[in-house]
């Protein structure tokens, strides 16, 4: 059985006029086609990253008081910013790490069957995402009770976007002090405290800057992601199967979802060289992920597509740091649904809506309960 998915921009993608987003007074040409979205990603100079709060659509100056770094600069400053914190990013290729979300994922597919039913994205993604991230921080894991108490988004998840916000910041500035006196250098708040770049250690508005994007960045698109392989899952578990057969088949599976959900719609950049200094575009890398330029057939969901040189995880210079994360997680979870699940139920979807003028494009869901039957044993962490 093969799952079909929708290109929610294809009206849009070749017509001469394209899109163009309002957001309040502002209009935001939509970039849609896959040429488009990858030569504006590599050319910084005409589409600049250097605008504080103005990187994410909406903008985000009343969810957080600090420029998100490296993701708001531009090169060279944003090497500087990046490279100090890659390390942290590569811990998911090390194969101990592998064996640690292995060992979680098959621990919280036990407890979820052991109820009568659960929600995949609070019961399930969320409580994956934020226990893996312990993991790449290097701090206690129990940490995560707290990130999960934040919901699945840090800034839109039911509360107020600045109450939020400053909820988040709090949190972290405790972090990043508590840290300053710490011995532990593969803690991430410990080893921020010994950063330098040009020549001086990082201000806290910088730390507070790195800490931001880590916690916000990579948050609602793992959960979106981790819910979309089950929903897959219990719609045709026989296409999943067949993809875990071997861990090259896993991987072509695991960029074939990245395609097909593209977790974040869409981001923008500010133009320098045009008139309007001010005037922002959007790089559209869900458009970009079902051009038929680049992609036969682009929506079905085909889990041994190649070649697949999506633009899920971004491109150029601001290529997703977390993509190694999410790759190692959803790579956990196809081989522990395949290995020891039975049957995933669905009883109940709602899916999770953007809107972009006349045009909806699902994105994970709000909520989606379901039934969960395993076969044998699910190895237990040591």
Known sequence: MSLKVRDAFKPFRDQKDGLTLTVGDEAIPMLLTYQQVRSAAKDWQTYSSDAPFRVPIPSEEDARSVRQLPIETDPPEHQKYRSLIEPFFRRPIQSDYVDRIDALIGDTLRQCAGRASFDVVRDFALPIQSRALTFLLGVPEAEAETW????THVFRDGDDPGQKGAVLETYLLSAIRDGAGGEDGANFFVALNRMRVDDRPLDEAEMLGISNLVFAGGRDTVINAIAFVMWCFA????????AAKAPRTINLAVEEFIRALSPLTHIGRVCPAKAGAEDRVSLCWAAANYDP????????LNLARVPNPHVGFGSGHHACLGAPQARAILRSLIRNLAEHVRALRIEREVVNSEHYQSVERPVGFEQLLA???????????P
């Open 148 to 151: 999960i108490s934040s919901g």
């Open 235 to 242: 719609r045709a578990p026989e296409t999943l199967l067949a």
């Open 293 to 300: 330029a680049v992609f036969d057939d682009p929506e079905t």
């Open 371 to 381: 039934e969960l039957e395993l076969q044998g044993a699910v190895p237990s962490a």
